[in-house]
């Protein structure tokens, strides 16, 4: 699939590698939410850009949304746990995160779900991943970004100021404790010129 990126001026490599996880930021959101930050954790990560919008079969969906069925705006592929990942330095992130979080999850991240953001048309509306022990348990998402920047937005759950997060060329946050129940996030449409971005999404198993 092609599509063009313009690179980072800060990611000037095609070495894929992972940084340390020690440099995370926590931020605390109440009622037992919270969000960990590390802006470039890994570095090639336009290379890695590049690899997946060619490699990833990606697929186009549609859903029904109130009484029509409308296209889903972004392509999406993805891997349940044991499936063979499109990358291998996608493999040693998800075993990275699964060990540096092990303590809080007690349980290790399995699967991963990648969204393509081919420009700034494409989106995902407000939700948390409620769909299964998400909406029960505190449980933990991960997203690791490469390509352009996009916002991503967070919010209470019901209404509240919302946060603004850009992230790409190889940013990670990650959301825990509470925060897939009491708090929401999106991917919002935008008229600036916004180049195409991939989120690689890792999950424990039974988290939607």
């Given at each position: 699939?092609?599509?063009?990126?313009?690179?980072s001026?800060?990611?000037?490599?095609?070495?894929?590698?992972l940084?340390?996880?020690?440099?995370t930021?926590r931020?605390a959101?109440?009622?037992?939410?919270?969000?960990?930050?590390l802006?470039?954790?890994?570095?090639?990560?336009?290379?890695l850009?590049a690899r997946l919008?060619?490699?990833v079969p990606?697929?186009?969906e549609?859903r029904?949304?109130y009484?029509?069925?409308v296209?889903?705006?972004r392509l999406l592929?993805?891997?349940?746990?044991g499936d063979?990942?499109?990358h291998?330095?996608?493999?040693?992130a998800?075993d990275?995160?699964?060990?540096?979080y092990?303590g809080?999850?007690g349980?290790?991240?399995?699967?991963?779900?990648?969204?393509?953001?081919?420009?700034?048309?494409?989106?995902v509306?407000w939700h948390?991943?409620?769909?299964?022990?998400?909406?029960?348990?505190?449980?933990?998402?991960?997203?690791?970004?490469?390509?352009a920047?996009?916002?991503?937005?967070?919010?209470?759950?019901?209404?509240?100021?919302?946060?603004?997060?850009?992230?790409?060329?190889?940013d990670?946050i990650?959301?825990?404790?509470s925060?897939?129940?009491?708090?929401?996030?999106?991917?919002?449409k935008s008229?600036?010129?916004s180049?195409?971005r991939?989120?690689?999404?890792?999950?424990p198993?039974?988290?939607?």
């Amino acid at each position: 699939m092609a599509t063009h990126l313009q690179g980072s001026l800060f990611d000037q490599t095609d070495e894929l590698h992972l940084g340390p996880l020690n440099g995370t930021r926590r931020t605390a959101l109440g009622a037992g939410a919270w969000i960990d930050l590390l802006p470039g954790w890994l570095g090639g990560a336009d290379e890695l850009f590049a690899r997946l919008s060619a490699d990833v079969p990606w697929r186009a969906e549609r859903r029904q949304m109130y009484e029509q069925v409308v296209d889903v705006p972004r392509l999406l592929s993805y891997y349940s746990a044991g499936d063979t990942l499109p990358h291998p330095v996608l493999d040693e992130a998800r075993d990275a995160l699964s060990a540096h979080y092990a303590g809080e999850l007690g349980e290790s991240f399995t699967t991963a779900g990648l969204c393509y953001y081919r420009d700034g048309r494409d989106s995902v509306a407000w939700h948390g991943d409620r769909i299964g022990r998400g909406a029960r348990e505190d449980t933990m998402v991960a997203i690791l970004s490469v390509g352009a920047p996009r916002d991503l937005l967070l919010r209470p759950r019901g209404g509240g100021e919302t946060m603004r997060r850009p992230l790409g060329h190889g940013d990670l946050i990650v959301m825990g404790g509470s925060c897939q129940r009491t708090w929401e996030h999106a991917i919002p449409k935008s008229a600036r010129a916004s180049g195409p971005r991939i989120s690689i999404q890792f999950r424990p198993t039974g988290v939607n």
